[in-house]
């Protein structure tokens, strides 16, 4: 078998995305692994690594399109210059924000491997998805491709109860709905039920740091966060702490819309039904803590609030719901985001576990 026959299988466009991460890893053992999968990459193509590296060298560079080309993604070409033109400093403001994410990427991938020790550590199936993955089975119809990591096959989901990744709860098998709700015991109250959404994002955000393109998640872990997000949705409240996890969700959902996570953006008008509903959870509650009846909590309600009231505020707050920003925090409680930051450190010293 000759070397050209043996490198029509290299998957160049894989192979060249982990090759990439060989020098610009962020760590040493970023780095290694890198090798370690453009090897084995190489290796299954009949090919050792320099042999791989020389076919890449030697492929023929993709042309720029036409200039009449019809490609649907020439109406973005020079969307960069028409924008400099228009907003000047425009494409260095990008190139920064570009800098910051990558920046970013790389200290989580830093942080992950400090914590796993390897990038396959990284993507090994959660006991969360190991159950969902059992519980799928007798629905699953499944196809061999190499896993994320490319250094071994995987059988990934490829349809579950005959639903595909968008529209599991509508099209699925009730069967299937019932095994992946059963497959792991779903939590029983709203903030139980945001705890869970809110891993399954970090947990997609984590392993998308290792990927060049779009990290996504198993077919089951999508069937899942469709019944968390419907019971999310619909489940009736039973407490304060359940309509501030509905808050919390609302606002989850629209800032997952950014690319940006530092930007701090928000729903207008979430934000200010939160601001009134910890408002009015703070007046009902005082009463009962502070021995006053709803009537004198109500006739001091109106009064110029003092320093010792903002700081009661935002001590309140942090404690009910330390999973706000300082930003969200300061609001309601007529303080500076920078305030609340200094009280939520006071109280982290207090109480450090």
Known sequence: ??????ASKLDMDKFAKVHRLITAGATEGERTAARARAEAIAQRAGMTLNQALSKMDSAPKPQPAAAASSDWRDIFRGMDDWMEEKHPGYQAS???????????????RRALLERFGNVSAVFALTEIERALFVAAAPFAKRKINMDWCGTQKFAFTCNLGGAGELDFLSKADPAAVAAIREGWPMPQTLPGLLAEALMWDKLHDDRSAFVEGEYRHHLEVFARMELLERDLHNRPAESWDDVESRFAWEKHKFER????????????????????????RRRYEAPAQNGQDEACAKSTSTNRRTNADKQH??????????????REIGRPAGVSPQ???????????????
Not at 259 to 278: A, Q, S, W, Y
Not at 313 to 326: G, K, R, T, Y
């Open 94 to 108: 990008q190139a920064e924000k570009n800098t910051a994410r990558e920046e970013r990427r790389a200290d989580r």
């Open 1 to 6: 078998m000759t070397i050209h026959a043996q």
């Open 257 to 280: 819309q950014w690319i940006d996570p530092t930007e701090e953006k928000e729903d207008g008008l979430v934000m200010t039904l939160r601001r009134d509903f910890e408002m009015l």
């Open 339 to 353: 305030t609340v930051s200094t009280w939520r450190k006071k109280l982290q010293a207090q109480c450090p576990s």
């Open 313 to 326: 505020d935002v001590i309140s707050l942090l404690n009910e719901a330390p999973h706000l920003s300082d």
